[in-house]
T-cell receptor, first 114, second 110 residues
Framework: EAGVAQSPRYKIIEKRQSVAFWCNPI?????LYWYQQILGQGPKLLIQ????????DSQLPKDRFSAERLKGVDSTLKIQPAKLEDSAVYLC????????????FGPGTRLLVL | RKEVEQDPGPFNVPEGATVAFNCTYS??????FFWYRQDCRKEPKLLMS???SGNEDGRFTAQLNRASQYISLLIRDSKLSDSATYLC???????????FGAGTRLFVKA
């Protein structure tokens, strides 16, 4: 079974630039999550989708971050404009039905904002 | 106060040792609990769920203490391959919101 795919794996940008990350969850998984993991910290949930609807985005900085999951499959996370403090690993995860079940993580996208 | 707190460690133990980690949570309405493992520069992976009655998987034992609002992870007969960061996970808000602790780092030495 293919795992969660993410791209790009690495991205270096300058502050105030824009960046987008892509995630393809495990086939058939209804729930998709985007996390931000800053070095030395645990993952922080940014947004959670159930199919193509948003379940929770309370920790998403909506002035600069946006995410969508068109057709309930792939998802993109965008940052515009980026700040230095956005440097982190952005992890995408999926689960079959909800967070009570195992969340399977992709390899992440490492973002460095200069 | 953080919603989920863990001792960051690091815990340095010799092979064969028994080591235990605790994780405290602040929301008494928290519903589900998990331990995830994260190797250096890798993604987190589920280690085990934590049930009210406790559960065991080989050398790993997880327990939940709702009265004191903490969960624990016990690793017996530590192996070099157990070296990793162990992340405590709690589900709040009706079981929909996932909250990770900052993790406890474990180093097992030969």
């Amino acid at each position: 079974e293919a795992g969660v795919a993410q791209s790009p794996r690495y991205k270096i940008i300058e502050k105030r630039q824009s960046v987008a990350f892509w995630c393809n969850p495990i086939s058939g998984h209804a729930t998709l999550y985007w996390y931000q993991q800053i070095l030395g910290q645990g993952p922080k949930l940014l947004i959670q989708f159930q199919n193509n609807g948003v379940v929770d985005d309370s920790q998403l900085p909506k002035d600069r971050f946006s995410a969508e999951r068109l057709k309930g499959v792939d998802s993109t996370l965008k940052i515009q404009p980026a700040k230095l403090e956005d440097s982190a690993v952005y992890l995408c995860a999926s689960s079959l039905a909800g967070p009570q079940e195992t969340q399977y993580f992709g390899p992440g996208t490492r973002l460095l904002v200069l | 106060r953080k919603e989920v707190e863990q001792d960051p460690g690091p815990f340095n133990v010799p092979e064969g040792a028994t080591v235990a980690f605790n994780c405290t949570y602040s929301n008494s309405a928290s519903q589900s609990f998990f331990w995830y493992r994260q190797d250096c520069r890798k993604e987190p992976k589920l280690l085990m769920s934590v049930y009210s009655s406790g559960n065991e998987d080989g050398r790993f034992t997880a327990q939940l203490n709702r009265a004191s609002q903490y969960i624990s992870l016990l690793i017996r007969d530590s192996k070099l391959s157990d070296s990793a960061t162990y992340l405590c996970v709690v589900l709040n808000t009706g079981g929909f919101k996932t909250i990770f602790g900052a993790g406890t780092r474990l180093f097992v030495k030969a």
